[in-house]
């Protein structure tokens, strides 16, 4: 298992803040949770295994970032779209996830009843 660790280590990614300093910060705008959450990862000097999941406004460059890491094989499983005037409520999906779908062509054949070998004389 050591070894495994060493070839892939584990990550925690964070993306959004629910407590600051021992306050409850669930109640205020998600664009005001991430300031305390990029303002922990400034002050604490936070860096691996601890990384601050990137976030933009801009739709484009969530895009770009979908296709360049999904291609990378980053395991990316999709992207997140929040609103940042929501609160985080428990129990409630408040964001919308956008998923990466791989597809690939393939030609399917399969062989019904008795498979025997013909001869021709």
Request: hydrophobic share 40%; with cysteine.
């Amino acid at each position: 298992m050591a070894q495994e660790i060493r070839e892939a280590p584990a990550h925690y990614v964070a993306f959004d803040c629910l407590q600051f300093a021992g306050e409850n910060v669930m109640r205020l705008p998600y664009e005001q949770r991430r300031r305390k959450l990029e303002q922990l990862f400034a002050e604490a000097e936070l860096g691996p295994p601890w990384t601050l999941c990137p976030m933009t406004r801009d739709r484009n460059q969530a895009l770009r970032w979908m296709r360049e890491w999904a291609a990378a094989d980053a395991g990316l499983e999709g992207i997140v779209a929040k609103k940042l005037s929501e609160p985080y409520r428990p129990g409630v999906r408040g964001w919308s996830k956008i998923r990466v779908r791989a597809t690939t062509e393939a030609v399917v054949g399969a062989v019904t009843g008795p498979h025997r070998r013909t001869t021709r004389r």
